[in-house]
């Protein structure tokens, strides 16, 4: 049988609860779940890619059938040359549906057979992001409850060095 291979991919900048919360859910439901951090953001990351994916690595060390990448160019191309059948895309309010509607059809168009799956996370986690988190960060208010660890220690010494 064809093992079910989903790509979960993002800016990750950095990974927050939210994001591990739909990991996990994720994982219940592929073979194999590969988060996916995008090299070729249009806007500028605080963390570099290696910082990005370490983190990542450290955040689902407990999770036997997820790996870190990094990708460049189109998603579609990318799930292509991996043999991933779908796209995971957290949906934490109302308001992300329009950009992730619009991104879905996109990539539909691209590639017919790229299904996205729409997943969401805890409600308590419903108005979390990583820009809010940076600023959180930026101003020394707290983050932990949104972050593990590693990334709020990673945080902190970013901060310092701004
Ligand atoms: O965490 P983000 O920033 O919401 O993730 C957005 C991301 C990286 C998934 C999206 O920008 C993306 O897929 N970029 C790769 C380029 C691409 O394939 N664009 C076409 C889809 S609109």
Same mark, same amino acid.
């Given at each position: ?34 988060? #996916? =951090?995008? %090299?070729? *953001?249009?806007?500028?990351?605080? @963390?570099?890619? !290696? ?34 059948? #779908? =796209?995971? %895309?957290? *949906?934490?309010?109302?308001?992300? @549906?329009?950009? !992730? ?62």
């Amino acid at each position: 049988m064809t093992r079910k291979i989903a790509i979960y991919p993002g800016s990750f900048d950095p990974i927050t609860y939210g994001h591990i919360d739909i990991i996990k859910r994720a994982s219940l439901l592929f073979d194999e779940v590969i988060v #996916a =951090v995008a %090299r070729n *953001l249009g806007k500028t990351p605080l @963390f570099s890619e !290696e910082e990005r994916v370490g983190m990542i690595e450290e955040a689902i060390r407990e999770l036997p059938s997820v790996r870190v990448d990094s990708f460049n160019g189109l998603l579609v191309d990318y799930a292509r040359s991996i043999g991933a059948q #779908a =796209v995971i %895309r957290g *949906l934490r309010a109302v308001s992300d @549906f329009e950009y !992730e509607f619009q991104m879905a059809l996109v990539n539909r168009k691209l590639d017919e057979h790229m299904i996205t799956v729409f997943l969401m996370p805890h409600e308590k986690y419903s108005y979390l992001n990583s820009s809010i988190v940076k600023e959180l960060a930026r101003f020394n208010g707290e983050v932990s409850c949104f972050v593990p660890p590693h990334v709020e220690k990673q945080l902190l010494e970013k901060m310092r060095k701004k």
